[in-house]
């Protein structure tokens, strides 16, 4: 079956330690995006990619990185940086061209210990 | 820039109830136009699309015409049930050059009773 998995569902992370959450698609899709969403709240754009060895800051990017070595692949790095990252984590790609809706994975909910 | 713009919640109804969430939109170019929903603990589904100006996008009971005129894309629905209870995003693409960018409302939260 086609479709988009990230890993793990659930991360506990000490204060001060990196975590990379995992984002992988089989979709064959260019486009790949990551939010971030808050209780209660709506989702926020980390980073996206529209096409491998490219990727582009979203409105939350500071405190994070990507990385997208392969068309199936854009994992998300929460650095030491990133002074508030407990949320939900939401990985999705899309299929180039407007008229396309985006997949979603079923989220990391990442908690800081 | 573009912006997504959903009516706060939660919307509270009764089983059988009509339902309507309003969504409008501001967009540079012509969007497509999407409703997703999330259950409690996942990711979002998408529920119904609508790319050009009066389609109505429909799944499961839920539809939504797509506005031009208004900007519009309210989601609607003629009898709700229980496990209707959800998070539903209005959301728009654009075109941004060579690629499209997903841009979401904040969300409305469902709850359904018996």
């Known amino acids: 079956d086609g479709g988009i998995t990230q890993s793990p569902k659930y991360l506990f992370r000490k204060e001060g330690q990196n975590v990379t959450l995992s984002c992988e698609q089989n979709?064959?899709?260019?486009?790949m995006y990551w939010y971030r969403q808050d209780p209660g709240q709506g989702l926020r754009l980390i980073y996206y990619?529209?096409?491998?060895?490219?990727?582009q800051k979203g409105d939350i990017a500071e405190g994070y990185s990507v990385s997208r070595e392969k068309k199936e692949s854009f994992p998300l790095t929460v650095t030491s940086a990133q002074k508030n990252p407990t949320a939900f984590y939401l990985c999705?790609?899309?299929?180039?061209?407007?008229?396309?809706?985006?997949?979603f994975g079923q989220g990391t909910r990442l908690t800081v210990v | 820039g573009n912006s997504v713009t959903q009516m706060e919640g939660p919307v509270t109804l009764s089983e059988e109830a009509f339902l309507t969430i309003n969504c409008t939109y501001t967009?540079?170019?012509?969007?497509?136009l999407f409703w997703y929903v999330q259950y409690p603990g996942e990711g979002l589904q998408l529920l119904l699309k609508?790319?050009?100006?009066?389609d109505k996008g429909s799944n499961k009971g839920f539809e939504a015409t797509y506005r031009k005129e208004t900007t519009s894309f309210h989601l609607e629905k003629g009898s709700v049930q229980v496990s209707d209870s959800a998070v539903y995003f209005c959301?728009?693409?654009?075109?941004?050059?060579?690629?499209?960018?997903?841009?979401f409302g904040t969300g409305t939260r469902l709850q359904v009773t018996l």
């Open positions: 999705a790609s899309q299929r180039q061209g407007v008229r396309s809706e985006a997949f």
């Open positions: 979709l064959n899709h260019d486009a």
């Open positions: 990619s529209q096409i491998v060895n490219d990727f």
């Open positions: 967009a540079t170019g012509y969007p497509s």
């Open positions: 609508a790319t050009k100006a009066d």
């Open positions: 959301a728009l693409s654009v075109n941004t050059g060579t690629a499209s960018k997903l841009t």
